[in-house]
Each structure stands twice: as structure tokens, then as C-alpha cells.
């Protein structure tokens, strides 16, 4: 049985931190493709970035870029989200997702397994 479970959620204030972790179980991280996604009330769940299997390599939406970075602990099993300089406009639940060779990431394409969802509050 697939669990990704997502943690490190929790309310900062602008321009803090925070790193959500996206523990994986019956699945091999790195032979997936990783993504993670947000949602807020009433919008649809956007991406916010991913990272391929094998090399690792990394993609970002462009609110995430310069500010999210994501990375992956292959002997955790692990993949992390790591989110500076925080604005209110971040909050929202976050979202991991894993998918095979042919998934794609950033259209949410593929992507067979979720997490539970980890909510993160940014106040001004």
C-alpha cells in the first residue's frame, strides 16, 4: 500500500520559513516523479514544483521560483519543500503527489498517489 504523508505544516508570519516533508512509503522516491501542489477555498490546486525521478531535476511555478526550493533524502525516502520569505498569499494546503516516467509534474498528469494534505497559514 502507497502512503505519502506530508508534515512541517503549521502558522508563521510573512517572511518566515518553514520545510514540509513528504514521507513515502511503498513506493522508491527517486523512480518517481515528485510534485507539490497548494490549494486554497474555492481555487483549483495549482502546482508549485516537482522534481524528477533519478537525477533529481527541478521545476518550479513561477510564484515558487527564487523563494521554494525541493529536494529529496533517497535514503528517507523523502522529498522535502523548503519555502523562504513566506507571504500571506502562500497560505493554503500543500500537496505532495508521486507518478510514474510518464507523469507530468506541472500539468498534474500521471500522478497516481497523494498525501493527506499539510496546511500552511502565513500571516501579515
Known amino acids: 500500500q502507497v502512503q505519502l504523508v506530508e508534515s512541517g505544516g503549521g502558522l508563521v508570519q510573512t517572511g518566515d520559513s518553514l520545510r514540509l516533508s513528504c514521507a513515502a512509503s511503498g513506493i522508491t522516491t527517486s523512480r518517481h516523479s515528485m510534485g507539490w501542489f497548494r490549494q486554497t477555498p474555492g481555487k483549483e490546486r495549482e502546482f508549485v514544483g516537482g522534481?524528477?525521478?533519478?537525477?533529481?531535476?527541478?521545476t518550479y511555478a513561477g510564484s515558487a521560483k527564487d523563494r521554494f526550493t525541493i529536494s529529496r533524502d533517497n535514503a528517507k525516502n523523502t522529498v522535502y519543500l523548503q519555502m523562504n520569505s513566506l507571504k500571506p498569499e502562500d497560505t493554503a494546503v500543500y500537496y505532495c503527489?508521486?507518478?510514474?516516467?510518464?507523469?507530468?509534474?506541472?500539468?498534474?498528469?500521471?500522478?497516481?498517489?497523494w498525501g493527506q494534505g499539510t496546511q500552511v497559514t502565513v500571516s501579515s
Open positions: 522534481i524528477s525521478a533519478g537525477v533529481g531535476k527541478t
Open positions: 503527489a508521486a507518478g510514474g516516467g510518464s507523469a507530468s509534474v506541472r500539468s498534474m498528469r500521471g500522478l497516481d498517489y
